[in-house]
């Protein structure tokens, strides 16, 4: 095994509690490990260096989406960040932007998905109110079945949130993520809601038609949903069930 | 300090959690939620493989029925379950997977006609029927007589979740996220809510309710290396032990799961073998048929990771800087089928380990997994001791489990559970009143302040860190896989000391709100606790049961031991718990104690057990031959369940006599 090396972290830290506090970057070294992720690195940087770094990880494993921020300038998950993907050894943290900042690299996306939720009403709304439960399930077609889990795969990250250019010009701008979870609901045989039903919601400036197709979220994804198609698709639902028939 | 008034309170917002909480908010009570995090970030989410409830869709499921499930389950607890709650478990599975699927979770499909499956590292084909045809699928899961488990590919736990905290978003019952429930408010009989902190702002803040119920799943994080999330602390077994009168029951019934990742730890799913993958050693062997020769890699968790550990104290483990380990080997299976059925796993190989699983093999060892124990209830889900706080999920010692919990079952309890006990806990909702007792309120919410103080402004030398790595060190190599006297009372001693050590922590961040190295204070003094309850019940049971398993006392001794360990702390200056048994009374039982069915039958027979097999013998023998099985099962043990959920599950097997299956298909819109 080849010398340990030293990986420089330069972080962002504010404390928008503090009155006094200015946003700035702070420099801490670490001596990487074999394996070591961001995740690592942080916690050893907590524990040893100093205690009121605040960062948010819940799973550590890719799975619960908790953990993004920006790494040298790209949003991703920081638990399956390895540092030895940086030749350099330079490490630069910030918050994910476009969320409420909680302090250093923590933000609410937690806030910003409920809300999300509630104005999109991004639950299932079943037409099969008269379903019994201790008699055999309703069938549905294994391949709509399998590809609704493909949708759902999304972790709530707020990646594509941060890497939207439309969501930083536009507060109220619904993202990839808004979009996803319409489109995942749109598919399911279940659900009662038509393209007319979904037009009230994302046939506007703040969903299909703000969306400049720039697909940062594609790219940042970190669990390579099809974004692109599903936006493609969406608009041209959306554009079909316009009042003045786009389409 | 500000009060919160609620009619059903629910600390933790795992699946367990919201689904009490759904059940209280449909019967029209306020309800309300408090969680360390987003709700749809719980640990739920990374439960992957399925959970377990007998539809017997699957051509591999056929024959199933809540009698499989419930014998698997008495039998993978090694005979440590209630087994009234292992009936009203087994009876609700398939329910819950139903509504699930009305709620939204896009559950694995079958395809009807022929497909291949790997079964003991052989391609076998199999035919799923006509009629099954779009039905919900199940897998393969250790210790299950037939293929069980529900899934969707491997994220079951994230879409069921999602699903879940949809409906509970739908209701509008709110999520008080980043809120820590510290103190339980009680007088000692009745529990009155809870005092939480604000990790954002640091206000300490009462929640007043006529319920509160715990389900803050386990406390894996007492271990160094785990499976757990990294919130999965034990904090709500301790704040039920700090009450000094609720128990904590088989506190040191901790299961290791056979597959996590090394070094990490991981997670990779039971799925992995269920769906065919192999272990082998050093030497590329495949070793488990010469432990297990009837179920190989499929045996229960705890004996593939007993038998696992042998192997490597042999020789046979891979070198690695992090200490030997085996490798799981799933490319036997395809491309195509770890891309779609294994894809997190495929994900979780590619960047914590770069490798690509479906040629190379993964790291494993057995690792730190799951709480068979929690907080003692009763079959409604509610404290013997404190009216009022009830306890589901993980977090609960309800209890389904026993000493070893088979895989796809803790999904399935989080969801069953909570579909039961939501409606006890709905029930107490609607014939109690809130109790408000503000001196009492004062007094709980003052402690937790003055101990902020005490950390925030105190003269204390201790670093809550060290103290933290150093506990979770002795649970791993004193508290683990196989466990023995000297050890256990090695661990004991030394948690003793670092808890006395924790009353003098000092911090070196002094902030009130937002600070991390607080929040870790406040949690480790409770999480010693915890460690100590889990020590000291290892230590005094001097047997071998499911995953307790003790290298000095290798037989399951019933004689002695069937029984569950309650633990309580009743003196807040001591320093360790005060432990006392509950008998399980044979004479109740409806499977009595017998061989499980892995290595010698070496255990010691309780008295009763065959007096027991003669008394249910008698009374099938006065059933005739013709009384169907709920007859015979009614008649041996009853058990009861709120009134809509005792209607019987209808299955495949039901409705193949007739020429077609009377639903139709549901097709694109």
Known sequence: ?247 | MQIIYTDTLVVGAGLAGLRVAIASKERGLDTLVLSLIQAKRSHSAAAQGGMQASLGNTIKGMGDDEDVHFEDTVKGSDWGCDQAVARMFAHCAPKAVRELANWGVPWTRITKGERQVIVNAQKVTINEAEEAHGLINARDFGGTKKWRTCYTADGTGHSLLYAVDNKAISLGIPVHERMEALKIIHDGKRCQGVIARCLITGEVRAYIAKSTTIATGGYGRIYEVSTNAIICDGIGQALALETGVATLGNMEAVQFHPTAIVPVGILTTEGCRGDGGLLRDKDGYRFMPDYEPEKKELASRDVVSRRMTEHMRKGKGVDSPYGPHLWLDITLLGRKHIETNLREVKEICENFLGIDPTKDWIPVRPTQHYSMGGIRTTPTGESPQLSGLFSVGEAACWDMHGFNRLGGNSLAETVVGGMIIGKYVADFGEKNNLVIDTDLINRFGGELIDEINGLVDGEGTENTFELKLAMQKIMMDYVGIFRNGDELQQAVDELSQLLKRSRNIGLRCKKRHANPELVEALRLRRMLKVALTVACGANARTESRGAHSREDFPQRNDKDWLNRTLSTWPDADALAPVLSYEALDVMQMELPPGYRGYGVNNAIAHPDTEKRQQQIDAILANLGIDADRYAKQAAIMPFTLPDELMPLNQRLSDTLNCAVVSATMVGDK
């Open chain 1, 1 to 247: 095994m080849s010398q340990a090396r030293t990986i420089r972290f330069s972080i962002f830290r504010f404390d928008p509690q503090d009155p006094n506090d200015k946003p700035k970057m702070v420099n801490y070294e670490v001596t990487e490990a074999p394996g070591m992720t961001v995740f690592i690195a942080l916690n050893m940087l907590r524990e040893q260096q100093d205690p009121s770094l605040q960062f948010d990880f819940v799973c550590r494993a890719g799975i619960c989406g908790s953990c993004a921020m920006v790494i040298n300038g790209k949003p991703t998950l920081a638990c399956r960040t390895l540092t030895a993907n940086y030749p350099k050894g330079d490490i630069i943290l910030m918050p994910l932007p476009g969320f409420e900042l909680i302090g250093d690299l923590s933000v609410n996306t937690g806030k910003f998905m409920r809300e999300l939720a509630e104005r999109l009403q991004l639950w299932l709304q079943p037409n099969n109110f008269e379903s019994d439960i201790h008699r055999i399930e309703t069938p549905m077609d294994p391949d709509e079945a399998a590809k609704l889990y493909e949708l759902d795969r999304c972790v709530e990250c707020g990646v594509c949130v941060s890497a939207c250019a439309t969501k930083q010009m536009r507060e109220t701008f619904v993202g990839a993520v808004g979009m996803m979870k319409i489109a995942r609901f749109e598919l399911d045989s279940r659900d009662t809601r038509t393209a007319d039903d979904f037009y009230h919601v994302i046939g506007n400036q703040d969903g299909v038609f703000g969306c400049v197709t720039l697909l940062g979220c594609q790219d940042a994804c970190p669990k390579d949903l099809p974004h692109m198609q599903q936006i493609a698709y969406l608009r041209r639902k959306m554009a079909i069930a316009s009042p003045n028939r786009i389409l």
